[in-house]
């Protein structure tokens, strides 16, 4: 089966998204059901330590989610994430990394999925799993 909607207009959406302004996520990859973001390196991201704050983790779990979830159901439809759940296995200083989110399940109200982040030489860095409400329509 294909995805309801390309990669292209996944980028689309992305771009048409105001807070992407602060984070630049590009769509790596998507198909039916997932969605792979590169997340680059910002130093804005940073701890006082060097190390890559939590947040930017779990925002590209979030958003990389939200766009696996519409290559499932198409961007008409809405969904809001109600739970997340993080674990952090491993740090990450000054380097992009990627984000890959996989839709497990379709429910009539609810969707679950994980996302795990990884970098190339680190391997995977944060395993989360998620839930999102889909909001009636009107």
């Known amino acids: 089966m294909t995805a309801i909607i390309s990669a292209k207009a996944l980028e689309e ?21 997932s969605c792979t973001l590169r997340v680059p390196y910002c130093a804005d991201f940073e701890r006082p330590d060097g190390i890559i704050g939590g947040h930017a983790f779990m925002t590209a779990a979030d958003v990389a989610m939200w766009l696996a979830i519409a290559t499932r159901l198409g ?3 809405r ?23 996989r839709v497990l399940k379709v429910g009539r109200q609810l969707v679950y999925g994980t996302a795990v982040c990884s970098e190339h030489s680190t391997g995977i860095l944060t395993h989360h799993t998620l839930t999102y409400i889909r909001l009636p329509r009107g």
């Open 13 to 33: 959406l992305l771009k048409a998204t105001p807070f992407n302004r602060l984070y630049g996520f590009r769509i790596v990859s998507a198909k039916r059901g």
């Open 75 to 77: 961007t008409e439809e």
């Open 79 to 101: 969904a809001v994430t109600v739970e997340m759940k993080t674990n952090f296995l491993r740090s990450l200083r000054r380097a992009p990394f990627q984000c890959r989110a």
